[in-house]
């Protein structure tokens, strides 16, 4: 559950997206990413680094590239065929995620994603770890163990622990959302994505959701989008702006939430922020 | 505040149109049950009588008109388990390939899926031939049960397939990027994941499959043929169900009360085989969808 501490393969002192306590290392570093789809470009050359153990929140009007960013991440990209990703992504242990004989599978391990929509297997709560979980390795005795750390972090053990068993699709929507979080720390990933992990929950799911993932803070680097700017000002220690410029999406502030929400220097991030467009 | 009524004599046009709608379909649902009562009191008012433990395991006797039908029901069993043994891994894996691998509209897998469609309105007199020539003539397989089988397997390939991949295609998009977001390969993805979920949909293509082959006669004279001894292997003949009845019903003199009989007995067998498919797979999606 712990991003080990690392030795940069790149020098610290490259001038990066500027941590806001000072002292962060960066979990990710994006250099000139740009990703198009048959020719059309999506995301233009964004350049980030991604602190490690803390949170950055992706804001922007939709179609400005934020989900295409967060799934080059862990190159979920390659699923969408005629998809072309430039640039380089690198994990702080010089991992190069762009590499095209990179390990994808175990790439994918150690920066999870939390979609959307929850996307539980249609099987039971129990199967759903063991799945992936026997995939990456685990022998069956460990994995119960596994789980239910999971699940306890999660908050679901209570909820749960009585009917593993049975299928995972009849829990609400907020219980799958914390399902599908458990799911994949149950990987011990470094990093996790999540990609808009609120906006198909009613409030007051979505809160809990919230604060599961204000309190994973510290323990792993979480990248999120989402469209929720109050919620992005709660919980982001950095926050970057996607906008459309020239016809692709493009980041055109990003730094720490606090200075980025109070003075963006951009002026469309100012008025998306300020609540005036977007 | 604006009226939204209609004039009183077309709502009462209407009145009338629904409640008319409503006998028309009553009617309909009355004659095709009516059909469907008619067809088993007669099946067994006329097979009923020779229905017997005896009658469903002794041989054949005096070309069908006594004795029972055993080595029919154990002919018919093995060209079944032929058939299911080659379609079912074949169509599984060809509606995966049309599902997971190949590209939407792709000019590989347009030929494949015209293909498929193609085959599934070939009538099944032209697959005996085939059947006959192919696995019986050129594989060697001469009249046997084997070369029933697989003839009979290439005429419900194309319902397998197609009910595969309507299973495969309607399940939720959102699995494959679940899984691949796991760090799953694509493998692991389709057998634990998709193929799972899709069981209900591929058991309800075999079930239709089945009622298919245990009720074809076309396709299995001129493959697993007439012999009406017990099968020793499957290379040898041996006649199904289905051709004994046409036989006892056509070519045998005084055969149709056998007939009868034996046609009960499959009637009763494609209903069982249903009905046990049904539960099973309603009881898989219910198991899926249990709440606590």
């Given at each position: 559950m712990n991003a080990p501490s690392i030795s940069l393969p790149?020098?610290?002192?490259?001038?990066?997206?500027?941590?806001?306590?000072?002292d962060a290392t960066a979990c990710l570093r994006v250099t000139g990413l740009t990703v198009q789809y048959r020719g059309f470009t999506?995301?233009?050359?964004i350049t980030i680094d991604i602190p490690e153990g803390e949170i950055t929140a992706l804001v922007g009007?939709?179609?400005?590239?934020k989900s295409s960013f967060l799934h080059s991440l862990n190159r979920?990209?390659?699923?969408?065929?005629?998809c072309r990703v430039t640039g380089s992504i690198h994990l702080?242990?010089?991992?190069?995620?762009?590499?095209?004989?990179?390990?994808v599978l175990t790439l994918r391990g150690r920066v999870g994603i939390v979609f959307q929509r929850p996307n539980p297997?249609?099987?039971?709560i129990r199967r759903n770890f063991e799945i992936p979980l026997r995939e990456h390795g685990w022998s069956k005795e460990d994995i119960p163990d596994r789980m239910e750390t999971v699940l306890r972090q999660v908050g679901l053990w209570n909820e749960v622990h009585d009917r593993?068993?049975?299928?995972?699709?009849?829990?609400?929507g907020g219980q799958l959302q914390r399902l599908c979080i458990a799911r994949a720390l149950a990987l011990e990933p470094a990093v996790i994505l999540f990609?808009?992990?609120?906006?198909?929950?009613?409030p007051l799911a979505s809160g809990v959701v919230e604060d599961l993932i204000h309190s994973l803070r510290g323990q792993l680097t979480i990248v999120i989008v989402t469209h929720n700017l109050a919620q992005a000002r709660r919980i982001a220690d950095h926050a970057a702006v996607f906008w459309v410029r020239d016809g692709a999406g493009t980041m055109v502030e990003h730094g720490p939430a606090a200075r980025v929400f109070s003075s963006p220097a951009d002026p469309d991030a100012g008025l998306y922020l300020s609540g005036a467009r977007g | 505040m604006p009226s939204v009524s209609k004039p009183a004599a077309r709502r009462a046009s209407f009145r009338w149109l629904d409640r008319s709608f409503a006998v028309a379909g009553g009617m309909a649902a009355l004659v095709s049950f009516g059909l469907f009562a008619w067809l088993i009191r007669d099946l067994v008012r006329l097979g009923?009588?020779?229905?017997s433990w005896e009658f469903l395991t002794a041989e054949v006797a005096d070309a069908g008109r006594s004795g029972g039908i055993g080595p029919v029901l154990v002919s018919s069993v093995l060209i079944l388990v032929c058939c299911l043994g080659l379609a079912i891994p074949l169509g599984t894996g060809c509606a995966l390939w049309l599902a997971e691998y190949a590209r939407r509209g792709s000019v590989p897998a347009r030929l494949v899926t015209g293909g498929v469609d193609l085959l599934a309105s070939v009538p099944s007199i032209v697959f005996g031939l085939f059947g006959m020539v192919f696995f019986g003539q050129t594989l060697r397989m001469g009249f046997s049960i084997l070369s029933g089988g697989l003839t009979l397997a290439c005429m419900i390939l194309p319902m397998l397939v197609r009910t595969t991949l309507s299973a495969l295609e309607a399940l939720p998009a959102d699995l494959r990027p679940a899984a691949a977001g796991l760090g799953m390969t694509r493998s692991t993805t389709i057998a634990k994941v998709l193929l799972p979920a899709a069981l209900p949909g591929i058991v309800i293509g075999v079930t239709l499959g089945i009622g298919r082959a245990l009720s074809e006669t076309a396709a299995l004279?001129?493959?697993?043929?007439?012999?009406?001894?017990?099968?020793?292997?499957?290379?040898d003949s041996g006649r199904a169900l289905s051709v004994h009845i046409y036989d006892l019903a056509?070519?045998?003199?005084?055969g149709g009360p056998m007939a009868s009989s034996s046609a009960l007995v499959l009637l009763a067998l494609i209903l069982v085989v249903n009905s046990a498919a049904v539960t099973l797979s309603e009881r898989w999606l219910l198991k899926r969808h249990q709440t606590s």
């Open positions: 790149f020098p610290a002192d490259v001038p990066a997206g500027s941590p806001a306590t000072g999506a995301l233009r050359d009007p939709s179609g400005c590239g979920l990209t390659d699923l969408v065929p005629g702080a242990d010089g991992t190069e995620v762009t590499h095209p004989k990179a390990d297997f249609p099987q039971s593993l068993h049975k299928s995972a699709i009849a829990l609400s990609d808009e992990p609120c906006s198909a929950l009613d | 009923m009588p020779r229905i004279i001129f493959t697993s043929g007439y012999s009406t001894r017990w099968p020793e292997t499957l290379s056509l070519n045998v003199a005084n």
